[in-house]
């Protein structure tokens, strides 16, 4: 099982003092699946939505990554349509990959990060990566309308 203090600090400093433009809250009163909401970032594509995200705890939390997708329809070239989010952060295989040093904190600032500075070079998915690196102005033309079209207008703590 997870390591329930370090959880229960962790998901506490997350509700009292969340990082800007990030939302947690705790689903059906269960430790392991929380929700989040992120702000677009300002000057990104992004930046007049709300995303939802779903957040599933692991067995072996802090030695293995929470599980993250994104619930809100992003178009992204690191996040598929299905949600999953392409970041070496959540991945076990690379030297950047998860350790237990890092909170669901730092895992949804980065992600935060990602959705204002997109890496195309290790797409989820290809053809938005070409496009952005090839067309950027279609790229973000894209995006806007999605979010403009998926996410809620509602915003959480400012930018």
Not at 15 to 20: H, S, T
Not at 59 to 68: G, L, N, S, T, V
Not at 112 to 119: F, T
Not at 144 to 154: G, N, Q, V
Request: proline content about 8%; aromatic content about 10%; charged content about 25%.
């Amino acid at each position: 099982m997870f390591n329930k203090p370090r959880l229960k600090k962790e998901l506490s400093e997350l509700i009292v003092d969340p990082p800007i433009g990030i939302k947690v809250n705790i689903k059906e009163n269960s430790l392991n699946i929380l929700e989040a909401e992120i702000n677009g970032p300002k000057d990104s594509p992004y930046e007049d939505g709300v995303f939802k995200l779903i957040i599933e705890v692991l067995k072996d939390y802090p030695f293995e990554a929470p599980r993250i997708n994104f619930i809100t329809p992003i178009y992204h070239p690191n996040i598929n349509r299905i949600g999953r989010i392409c970041l070496h952060m959540l991945n076990k295989s690379t030297e950047f990959s998860w350790k237990p040093m890092y909170t669901i904190k730092h895992a949804l600032v980065a992600i935060r990060n990602l959705m204002d500075c997109p890496n195309p070079d290790d797409p989820m998915l290809s053809a938005v990566a070409k496009e952005y690196t090839t067309n950027k102005d279609v790229f973000e033309y894209k995006a806007k309308k999605f979010t403009k079209m998926y996410a809620t207008m509602r915003r959480t703590n400012t930018q």
